[in-house]
């Protein structure tokens, strides 16, 4: 069945309830709307992207296209895993890198040689893109792909010839596979490549070289529900960073070329909504070093209210191994964030809340349509009125910390301008002042115990449509706390949620709610086992426990033989890095300003997403006065470049003032030696 076919019918007797007696009772639109293809779109708010391909087995996030099709074998690839992954984290559709910049296709495209085709994943006779298609109708996901027009493989790339590979590749991808809801086109065009051996760089305007037009006829025919990304006639944009989230300000209305990805136009003349894209991990593709990068419930929590609470739809990405399935890290953070989700959506309180308006335009556009869960109502104000307020009161004192409310985007994006107020001890005080609302925004603030809360439309383009309200009182979240220690040797110790009583300890011990209860920064000069935890009193409940091994402070500690920017390896900041130009071995001396009785050291390599340097044979020497050194630990980080994570190496007790680190070979084939942080362990 056509998806489409409801909303027209809607849209129908909509506009003969609107036009009976020849007079037209609701609203017109206001400047550009959506297609009924938008509007389903919007409404699947969030779906998974899935990067798997040839840069999976090559460790990389951009392949040259040289690539030899026989690298790529996943040893137990499972879409069925993929699909139930995105389906129990409450995603409503997985879009698929078909082809990525490398030009490997998933499919046995007959526009090229170089895909599953002569692989010898099940003997050249497998399809990635239909397993995957089949997977997400068994579960009940939408389904799209990603089509790279930059193909750095093919020999006709930037000529002529290419243009109609592509063109049949994308012919291929929308006529096999089944209904698509979205088709992705990426930004990256032309450059260096293999291109058949030639291995050169070729420019093109991508602006006309791949036919946009030619593009957009072949999507329209055979996919006439798919939405378009990016190209050169798109119907969604990106929301111009790849960190997840929308800005505060957040028009679906644009113009394109006009450089406001993130916030679109307000005076747009096309309805072009913002997609925030954004990896689970620091890469888009696997990577076995990031194993331990999976973003933490917190970060995916901010990532959510602030696109789908902004206006966007959220596409996560989630980087398939080289097994071919969703790795477990990324499968246990996703059921986090979902898990946490259904707590903060569990009870609208403003289902029982009485709903009054300063306006109404007629019976068919009261206050009730509110609350009332339709999608297709919604309360507007008597014709001319643009500062409006809505007024839900509760029967007792309620606790919230959540509000969302929604705009009939059908007709047109319209506030600019709202405030959202609470009855507090009979006062009104304000809680949020914020511009757009659009089809979604959802407002996070410290929890306030309120008997009523007002919205007032402060300004907008023509009366608003408000379609929906909902008020929670989301649980706290019940993250570990984070502990660090500064070049001072102060102790932090920081809790997500402000609601958490933090409780921590210095014996080793467990810590609950009658340990010390965490209230200021502390200062450590000595080394001690600091362990914290998060405790709920409202539902007695614990987070898991928080370790950190303190040490002495690096505040006198001083780089001997390299220049000032080398200090970054010890001002304990894992977020600042330093490499050290040249070809290994190459050594790194530390004065540690005093005489310490040392019985080990950490290193860390660059926590960024591109790391350079990541050292795996080393030697550790320490020395009392700088000129006669001992060795007290050689040998290899084993597995480092896979799992970056902090290394430490324990010797025998010595004493030493200074020490010296030998590297001997980067993990890498970098052949230079990087840091984040390194540090001793003492007695």
């Known amino acids: 069945m056509n998806i489409l076919k409801p909303i027209?019918?809607?849209?129908?007797?909509?506009?003969?309830?609107?036009?009976?007696?020849?007079?037209?009772?609701?609203?017109?639109?206001?400047?550009?709307?959506?297609?009924?293809?938008?509007?389903?779109?919007?409404?699947?708010?969030?779906?998974?992207?899935?990067?798997?391909?040839?840069?999976?087995?090559?460790?990389?996030?951009?392949?040259?296209?040289?690539?030899?099709?026989?690298?790529?074998?996943?040893?137990?690839?499972?879409?069925?895993?993929?699909?139930?992954?995105?389906?129990?984290?409450?995603?409503?559709?997985?879009?698929?890198?078909?082809?990525?910049?490398?030009?490997?296709c998933l499919w046995p495209t007959e526009t090229t040689g170089h895909s599953v085709k002569n692989s010898p994943w099940k003997d050249g006779k497998g399809d990635v893109v239909k397993e995957l298609a089949e997977a997400c109708k068994e579960y009940g996901l939408k389904f799209g792909v990603y089509l790279s027009p930059w193909d750095r493989n093919h020999p006709e790339y930037a000529r002529e010839g290419y243009v109609e590979?592509?063109?049949?590749?994308?012919?291929?991808?929308?006529?096999?596979?089944?209904?698509?809801?979205?088709?992705?086109?990426?930004?990256?065009?032309?450059?260096?490549?293999?291109?058949?051996?030639a291995n050169e760089d070729r420019k093109i305007d991508d602006a006309t070289y791949y036919q946009w037009d030619r593009i957009t006829e072949i999507i329209r025919e055979h996919q006439p529900d798919a939405v378009i990304f990016s190209g050169g006639n798109p119907d969604i944009r990106w929301i111009g960073n790849e960190h997840g989230y929308g800005a505060?300000?957040?028009?679906?209305?644009?113009?394109?070329?006009?450089?406001?990805?993130?916030?679109?136009?307000?005076?747009?003349?096309?309805?072009?909504?913002?997609?925030?894209?954004?990896?689970?991990?620091?890469?888009?593709?696997?990577?076995?070093?990031?194993?331990?990068?999976?973003?933490?419930?917190?970060?995916?929590?901010?990532?959510?209210?602030?696109?789908?609470?902004?206006?966007?739809?959220?596409?996560?990405?989630?980087?398939?191994?080289?097994?071919g399935i969703v790795h477990e890290n990324d499968v246990k953070q996703l059921m986090k964030l979902r898990e946490q989700l259904d707590k903060d959506f569990a009870n609208n309180l403003a289902t029982n809340a009485k709903v009054k308006t300063s306006s109404t335009a007629d019976s068919n556009f009261s206050a009730s349509t509110l609350t009332d869960g339709n999608d297709n109502t919604f309360w507007m104000p008597e014709e001319g009125i643009v500062q409006c307020e809505i007024i839900l009161s509760f029967e007792r004192p309620t606790e919230i910390n959540r509000f969302l409310v929604q705009e009939h985007i059908a007709l047109g994006q319209r506030v600019e301008e709202f405030k959202l107020e609470g009855?507090?001890?009979?006062?009104?005080?304000?809680?949020?002042?914020?511009?757009?609302?659009?089809?979604?925004?959802?407002?996070?603030?410290?929890?306030?115990?309120?008997?009523?809360?007002?919205?007032?439309?402060?300004?907008?383009?023509?009366?608003?449509?408000?379609?929906?309200?909902?008020?929670?009182?989301?649980?706290?979240?019940?993250?570990?706390?984070?502990?660090?220690?500064d070049l001072e040797g102060t102790?932090?110790?920081?809790?997500?949620?402000?609601?958490?009583?933090?409780?921590?300890?210095?014996?080793?011990?467990?810590?609950?709610?009658?340990?010390?209860?965490?209230?200021?920064?502390?200062?450590?000069?000595?080394?001690?086992?600091?362990?914290?935890?998060?405790?709920?009193?409202?539902?007695?409940?614990?987070?898991?426990?928080?370790?950190?091994?303190?040490?002495?402070?690096?505040?006198?500690?001083?780089?001997?033989?390299?220049?000032?920017?080398?200090?970054?390896?010890?001002?304990?900041?894992?977020?600042?890095i330093w490499t050290k130009k040249g070809n290994l071995p190459q050594d790194v001396v530390v004065d540690l300003g005093k005489t310490y009785t040392l019985s080990g050291f950490t290193y860390l390599p660059h926590q960024t997403r591109y790391p350079q340097g990541i050292l795996a044979d080393y030697e550790f020497l320490v020395s009392e006065n700088g000129e006669i050194w001992k060795k007290v630990s050689e040998g290899e980080f084993s597995n480092i470049k896979n799992n970056p994570i902090e290394q430490r190496i324990a010797f025998d007790p010595t004493q030493a003032r200074y020490f010296k680190f030998y590297s001997k070979r980067s993990a890498d084939a970098s052949g230079v030696m990087g840091f984040a942080e390194i540090g001793v362990i003492t007695d």
Not at 466 to 474: C, H, P, T
């Open 165 to 197: 590979v592509f063109h049949k590749q994308l012919e291929e991808l929308m006529t096999n596979y089944g209904p698509l809801f979205e088709v992705w086109f990426d930004g990256a065009n032309g450059g260096t490549g293999f291109y058949g051996g």
């Open 8 to 104: 027209f019918l809607l849209l129908f007797l909509f506009s003969i309830v609107s036009c009976k007696s020849g007079k037209k009772t609701g609203p017109e639109a206001v400047g550009p709307v959506p297609t009924p293809q938008q509007l389903a779109w919007q409404n699947m708010e969030y779906y998974a992207f899935i990067h798997f391909n040839m840069n999976t087995f090559t460790d990389m996030e951009w392949g040259d296209g040289g690539e030899s099709p026989e690298n790529f074998n996943p040893t137990a690839l499972d879409t069925r895993q993929w699909a139930k992954t995105a389906k129990d984290a409450g995603m409503k559709g997985i879009i698929l890198t078909a082809k990525h910049h490398d030009g490997f």
């Open 423 to 485: 009855e507090i001890e009979g006062n009104w005080e304000e809680i949020a002042s914020e511009t757009t609302i659009g089809y979604k925004r959802i407002l996070r603030f410290d929890p306030v115990e309120v008997t009523a809360l007002r919205l007032k439309i402060e300004d907008a383009k023509a009366r608003a449509l408000i379609s929906n309200i909902e008020v929670y009182r989301a649980p706290l979240v019940m993250q570990a706390p984070e502990i660090s220690q």
């Open 248 to 323: 505060k300000t957040n028009w679906s209305t644009f113009k394109p070329g006009s450089g406001a990805s993130q916030t679109g136009n307000e005076d747009g003349d096309k309805w072009i909504p913002a997609e925030a894209d954004v990896s689970i991990r620091p890469g888009w593709y696997y990577h076995k070093r990031e194993d331990h990068q999976v973003k933490s419930l917190p970060h995916l929590l901010d990532i959510y209210y602030k696109s789908i609470g902004r206006n966007a739809t959220l596409l996560l990405n989630l980087p398939v191994d080289a097994r």
């Open 491 to 576: 102790i932090t110790v920081n809790s997500y949620d402000k609601g958490l009583e933090v409780y921590y300890t210095l014996n080793g011990k467990n810590p609950d709610k009658s340990s010390e209860i965490y209230s200021e920064k502390f200062l450590i000069d000595k080394p001690t086992e600091v362990k914290a935890v998060g405790y709920n009193p409202q539902s007695d409940t614990y987070s898991e426990v928080s370790n950190f091994r303190a040490d002495i402070p690096k505040k006198n500690w001083k780089v001997l033989n390299e220049n000032e920017g080398a200090t970054a390896i010890i001002d304990a900041d894992e977020n600042t």
